[in-house]
């Protein structure tokens, strides 16, 4: 079975940093789009970052842009996401999600997994970020 492999969460000050790594396993690695998206309690599912590891375009939300940054290893088969000048607005279950493949409509719809968003192929556990004020 395919699984996504979410870690790196924790409890950090506001100002802080973390770092998630999402490596799944079982796919091919480069032809995937591979997303981060978030829930805080009683909040909808947002999305956060996204990488297309084929060709490199990133995506962000508007809320972490400046802050956070995706990269991705694709000799390591993992998804890095820097997350930098936390805040306690940060503070959700993070979760990363696999696609494949991706098209024209990809760039304006990652972030959302309702009616009209992207359909993602897999999803992983989450990872729970605490942020401290």
């Known amino acids: 079975d395919v699984q996504l492999q979410a870690s790196g969460g924790g409890l950090v000050q506001a100002g802080g940093s973390l770092r998630l790594s999402c490596r799944p396993s079982?796919?091919?690695?480069?032809?995937?789009?591979i997303s981060w998206f978030r829930q805080a309690p009683g909040k909808e599912r947002e999305g956060v970052s996204s990488?297309?590891?084929?060709?490199?375009?990133?995506y962000y939300a508007d809320s972490v842009k400046g802050r956070f940054t995706i990269a991705s290893d694709n000799a390591r088969h993992t998804v890095y996401l820097q997350m930098n000048s936390l805040k306690p607005e940060d503070t959700a279950v993070y979760y990363c999600?696999?696609?494949?493949?991706?098209?024209?409509?990809?760039?304006?719809?990652?972030?959302?997994?309702?009616?009209?968003?992207?359909?993602?192929?897999?999803w992983g556990q989450g990872t729970q970020v605490t942020v401290s004020s």
């Open positions: 990488i297309d590891t084929e060709n490199g375009s990133t």
């Open positions: 079982r796919i091919s690695f480069d032809s995937y789009a």
């Open positions: 999600a696999a696609t494949s493949p991706t098209n024209e409509e990809f760039s304006s719809t990652w972030h959302l997994t309702g009616p009209g968003g992207w359909q993602y192929d897999y």
